[in-house]
């Protein structure tokens, strides 16, 4: 099983600031990468796809770069909508899909 | 515009079982693979199961393999999770989440369903 490990666990910052977020997976899982949002109360949604590829309707300011066994998601100016919980996931090698725990990025 | 509706989640004591049901609607049901995910309080994500398009292929995540069956209808865009031997630490909300052509990626998921398992 692939283990995705996201950093750092909590990220603290203020509207307007640049995050970073970071996902290693424990052995290569290629470019098939995924970051997701979750806001409390709702399902989440899928943002990032193919390490880099933006869904349908995900603003510019957010870019994921990577590949191989390291991966970052970049906010680039934090809007107050973007406050939530990130998830990174693999699709490489499955069974299973797997997650990362989780980053929360909260509001300074 | 897509739609995933689960329903069936409730109350269970260990032991016991039950079946959530996640009604599709506004894609081309039969085309399309479909997954379970779940989150227990206050935790991440966990994939649970995985159903092919035609319902042919099925996988599970080991912490539920031999106890939940996944299937589907396509005559009613209706995938199922039949639970059952519940245990306290399949007390989560369950995702129902359509994957796009590429397998294993989520573009929808429903708004999920709370299953509690307690004596």
């Known amino acids: 099983e692939i283990v995705l490990t996201q950093s750092p666990a909590t990220l603290s910052l203020s509207p307007g600031e640049r995050a970073t977020l970071s996902c290693r997976a424990s052995?290569?899982?290629?470019?098939?990468l995924a970051w997701y949002q979750q806001k409390p109360g709702q399902a989440p949604r899928l943002l990032i796809y193919?390490?880099?590829v933006r869904a349908a309707g995900v603003p510019a300011r957010f870019r994921g770069s990577g590949s191989g066994t390291d991966f970052t998601l970049t906010i680039s100016s934090l809007e107050p909508e973007d406050f939530a919980v990130y998830y990174c996931?693999?699709?490489?090698?499955?069974?299973?899909?797997?997650f990362g725990q989780g980053t929360k990025l909260e509001t300074k | 515009e897509v739609q995933l509706l689960e329903s069936g989640g409730s109350l269970v004591q260990p032991g016991g079982s039950l079946r959530l049901s996640c009604a599709a609607s506004?894609?081309?049901?039969?085309?399309?693979?479909l997954s379970w995910v779940r989150q227990a309080p206050g935790k991440g994500l966990e994939w649970v199961s995985h159903?092919?398009?035609?319902?042919?292929?099925?996988y599970y995540a080991d912490s539920v393999e031999g106890r939940f069956t996944v299937s589907r209808d396509n005559s009613k865009n209706t995938v199922f999770l039949q639970m059952n031997t519940l245990r306290v630490e399949d007390t989560a909300i369950y995702y129902c989440?359509?994957?796009?052509?590429?397998?294993?990626?989520?573009?929808?998921w429903g708004q999920g369903i709370l299953v509690t398992v307690s004596s």
């Open positions: 989440a359509k994957e796009v052509q590429q397998v294993g990626l989520f573009d929808y």
């Open positions: 506004g894609f081309p049901f039969d085309n399309y693979a």
């Open positions: 159903i092919s398009d035609s319902g042919d292929e099925t």
């Open positions: 052995q290569s899982v290629s470019s098939y």
């Open positions: 193919d390490a880099s």
């Open positions: 996931q693999q699709r490489s090698t499955w069974p299973p899909f797997t």
